[in-house]
């Protein structure tokens, strides 16, 4: 089964809007990841939760995860076209202890000027 | 500048030709990741190589051939390929179960 099916996969602002985008997932974590790639580019880091978070800031990210529903969400507050790009989520490493990330498809997202 | 880079950035290669891909990174990590990424598909992981030893394969085909010679450095050897190994491929690394850094990738072509 998959892990971390992000939603929606597309999705078009204005600048200066925020942007908000889900991740779902299905066994049990120990922590969740969110990602941003550029086009052409590889995946950047951007903020990890950990299971016995609910909330975590930074700059204008915005992460929270409810473990009891598996799913996370990212806020990207006044969003700027330099925001322009795909976002993932990950979940891993597993609890085997193994370093087997997960990634969803990703939600592109694009900020017009 | 991630600390990871591959090369080549791009690569055409026929399916009779044999190629490999190279990543190296420059952080002091421990673990190294082969993934594959393809049009609207999830991000596939291929290899994990953790102290240069191989803990994950996932169920990767044999035209697909790994080497890490030491925790620097991870090489995709590549023989065979198919039409549909044409994506990005992507290197990354991380310290122990730390967010992992990736390279930029190299788009693969099979003609």
């Known amino acids: 089964s998959q892990q971390g099916e992000e939603d929606p996969q597309a999705l078009s602002i204005q600048e200066g809007e925020n942007a908000t985008m889900n991740c779902s997932y299905k066994?049990?974590?120990?922590?969740l990841q969110w990602y941003r790639q550029n086009s052409g580019r590889g995946l950047v880091h951007l903020i990890l939760?950990?299971?016995?978070?609910r909330e975590k800031h930074s700059g204008r990210l915005r992460v929270t995860l409810d473990t009891s529903k598996k799913s996370s969400s990212l806020l990207i507050t006044a969003s700027r076209a330099a925001d322009t790009a795909s976002y993932f989520c990950a979940t891993g490493p597993t609890t085997s202890g193994t370093y087997k990330y997960i990634f969803g498809t990703g939600t592109r997202l694009k900020v017009l000027a | 500048e991630t600390g990871v880079t591959q090369t080549p950035r791009h690569l055409v290669m026929g399916m009779t030709n044999k190629k490999s891909l190279k990543c190296e990174q420059h952080l002091g990590h421990n673990a190294m990741y082969w993934y594959k990424q393809s049009a609207k598909k999830p991000l596939e992981l291929m290899f994990v190589?953790?102290?240069?030893?191989?803990?994950e394969n996932n169920s990767v085909p044999s035209r697909f051939s790994p080497e890490c010679p030491n925790s620097s450095h991870l090489f995709l050897h590549l023989h065979t390929l198919q039409p549909e190994d044409s994506a990005l491929y992507l290197c990354?690394?991380?310290?122990?179960?730390?967010?992992?850094?990736f390279g930029d990738g190299t788009r693969l072509s099979i003609l």
């Open positions: 939760i950990r299971s016995n978070e």
């Open positions: 990354a690394s991380s310290q122990g179960s730390q967010p992992q850094h």
């Open positions: 066994t049990s974590i120990n922590n």
């Open positions: 190589y953790n102290f240069k030893e191989q803990t």
